[in-house]
């Protein structure tokens, strides 16, 4: 049972692996819808994998400020949407929210990346 856990650290830590899993997995029956598939999937874990890879390297917890900033963000993309828009589809939203927090949140997690790179290369020359 010890490898299910190990498993999970290492999606936890490195969420692309899951990605480009779930991609290869799609990209067959689902070619046009591939990509998105796996955007999906892998934001779910990236709610957890930024708040952790931050907490590890940093000290700081930032879970509640990545769920509140995402929310505030959904709230915000709602009232927009429901003044430019006659019909709120609901599904469209909710996916267009839930892609553009994976795109946000990858962005904070290849700076977080590359921060701990940096930040192991400089205490690898003292």
């Known amino acids: 049972m010890e490898w ?3 498993a999970g650290n290492v ?3 490195v969420p692309f692996i899951l990605f480009l899993f779930v991609y290869a997995l799609t990209y067959k029956s689902q070619k046009r819808k591939a ?3 796996a955007a999906d999937v892998t934001a779910f874990l990236l709610f957890f994998s930024v708040p952790a890879s931050i ?3 940093f000290g700081f917890e930032v879970q509640p400020f990545i769920l509140m900033a995402a929310l505030l963000f959904a709230i915000f ?4 949407e429901w003044k430019t828009q006659k019909e709120l589809e609901v599904i ?5 929210v839930w892609r553009i927090c994976f ?3 990858s962005a904070i997690y290849a700076v977080t990346w590359l921060a701990g790179l940096i930040f192991l290369a400089i205490q690898s020359f003292r």
Not at 92 to 96: I, Q, Y
């Open 35 to 37: 990509l998105g598939i």
């Open 55 to 57: 907490e590890l390297l």
């Open 92 to 96: 469209k939203f909710l996916r267009k």
């Open 77 to 80: 993309l709602l009232i927009r």
């Open 103 to 105: 795109l946000a949140l």
């Open 11 to 13: 999606l936890l830590y």
């Open 4 to 6: 299910i856990s190990t």
